[in-house]
């Protein structure tokens, strides 16, 4: 995995200025933001931004996007295998797979997957590095929108060493740790800040342990449960369906004849009146 290609962001440099929302949005014709609430900036991921700008206090900026695990909890977690891990690095979503069971959204540690609760026929959505840009040989759409080069684009190999040397070469304007280098395992996009970036994910410590060794012991179960539920059901509509269909036929039994129909009133079984 180390060879695989990477993301590396530098909030220190980030100045907020979303060209790489925007460029995001033109490369996968996103649209414009749809946001629950009607008032403030829009700064949360969603159908329609597939990266945005978290706004701190302090005029600190951090670009949220997926992280591209090394070993993702989304692509463990999905049954039918719409979420799919390339040899490229990046994490991609094939939507004529999804049978829209939502377990990537409940997964995710950074909370990243989004589902389009506003279309009629809704799937999931994320940032996918621009992977058919990496497979013709260029780099992402956000890389390259970014003027500041907060954000940079190469293997992940590159990337930790490049974020090393600034660490080591500006002693105290950093965090003395690269965000996203072994926390799960490890991630594809990589963070240097001078502030934590703990409220990126669930909890403050994930601990270093890939998800899916974590989670494999409940998810190998699904299945199976799912095949038994089902059986189950099957039985019960047989058993049902044949009560009814017994009590039917009981009831064509004891049904009175037309020779037998009750005669009208004052009319003797002899015929006489």
């Not at 900036?41 to 206090?57: E, M, Q």
């Not at 829209?100 to 997964?107: D, N």
């Not at 058919?132 to 080069?149: H, K, S, V």
């Amino acid at each position: 995995m180390s060879d695989t290609v990477a993301i590396l962001n530098d909030t220190t440099r980030c100045t907020g200025c979303e060209r790489c929302v925007e460029a995001c949005k033109e490369e996968y014709e996103l649209g414009r933001d749809r946001p629950w609430r009607e008032q403030g900036a829009v700064s949360d991921l969603s159908s329609t931004r597939h990266t945005t700008i978290i706004r701190r206090p302090n005029e600190h900026y951090v670009r949220q996007q997926c992280r591209h695990c090394l070993e993702p909890a989304c692509v463990s977690a999905c049954l039918v295998g719409a979420m799919q891990k390339t040899p490229e690095g990046p994490v991609v979503y094939d939507a004529s797979k999804c049978m829209g069971c939502r377990y990537c959204l409940a997964v995710c540690p950074y909370g990243i997957p989004r589902y389009e609760w506003d279309r009629r026929v809704p799937y999931v959505t994320k940032c996918t590095m621009c992977i058919d840009r990496i497979r013709d040989g260029g780099i992402p759409a956000c890389i390259e929108a970014c003027p500041e080069e907060a954000t940079v684009f190469g293997t992940r190999t590159e990337l930790l060493a490049e974020a090393h040397r600034r660490i080591a070469e500006n002693p105290g304007k950093y965090q003395p740790e690269v965000f996203g280098e072994r926390e799960i395992g490890g991630t594809a996009v990589l963070y240097v800040s001078d502030r934590s970036l703990d409220f990126l994910a669930w909890k403050p410590d994930l601990g270093n342990q890939p998800l899916p060794e974590r989670t494999w012991a409940a998810l190998h179960k699904v299945p199976p449960l799912m095949l038994g539920v089902g059986g189950l059901m099957t039985g019960v509509y047989w058993v049902v369906g044949r009560r009814m269909r017994l009590a039917s036929e009981a009831t064509l039994e004891i049904k009175p004849s037309g020779t037998d129909r009750q005669r009208p009133t004052g009319e003797s079984h002899d015929g006489q009146g």
